[in-house]
């Protein structure tokens, strides 16, 4: 340690527990709340992801059938994808769905921002054509997070967060636990390459 002079830590897993709940279900005008989760479940079921368990887990609780969706595809570090019912399902971050898909997210949009500046992590789920609806997640800061990263910096180390997750949710962690230089919507590559 007396050598180090940066530290760089991911947040999921590490500065919080790396199991999210889901916090929040939201769905468009006249969309059904469990046939949405549904989906998502059915895709989300194929991926270690913490917050794809974490789908599939409320699922659960809400005593929805999980089917298996055909022909899952992980989207690296933007969610993922399969088909359900012969229907094509996205489970993806807000940013994946507007810049790659170009999907106009509508009335949704205030609500992803709205959900983020809480904290939270935020999933689209509908077909790549069209949003169908929201989960929102939070994982809960080990408590303690904030007295180690302390303690590092009292030391003279540099404390840096990298997170995949969104700038809202990673700067609500952040100063939290007191730390200021912050990297967001980074995925596992770019990691690297800010460790590098």
């Known amino acids: 340690l007396a050598r180090v002079n940066v530290v760089a830590l991911d947040k999921t897993g590490t500065i919080t527990f790396g199991g999210p709940e889901v916090t929040d279900v939201v769905v468009v005008a006249g969309g059904d709340e469990l046939s949405m989760l549904r989906r998502a479940a059915a895709v989300e079921r194929k991926s270690q992801h913490p917050l794809a368990r974490a789908v599939v887990r409320f699922a659960a609780s809400k005593n929805i059938d999980v089917v298996d969706a ?77 007295k180690a990263i302390s303690e590092l910096r009292r030391l003279g180390v540099k404390v840096v967060m990298l ?31 800010r460790v590098k």
Not at 81 to 98: C, E, F, L, Q, W
Not at 117 to 131: F, I, P, R, S, W
Not at 164 to 193: C, Q, Y
């Open 70 to 146: 055909e022909g899952f595809s992980s989207l690296t570090g933007a969610g993922a994808s399969g088909r359900v019912d012969g229907t094509t399902v996205v489970v993806a971050k807000p940013a994946h769905y507007m810049r790659t898909l170009g999907v106009d997210l509508g009335p949704l949009a205030s609500r992803v921002e709205e959900l983020e500046g809480e904290g939270k992590t935020v999933v689209v789920v509908g077909d790549g054509v069209a949003a169908h609806g929201l989960l929102a997640l939070r994982d809960q800061v080990r408590p303690n997070a904030k």
């Open 163 to 193: 997170t995949g997750d969104n700038e809202r949710a990673g700067r609500a962690v952040a100063r939290e636990v007191g730390i200021d230089d912050i990297h967001a919507g980074l995925t596992p590559a770019e990691k690297s390459e």
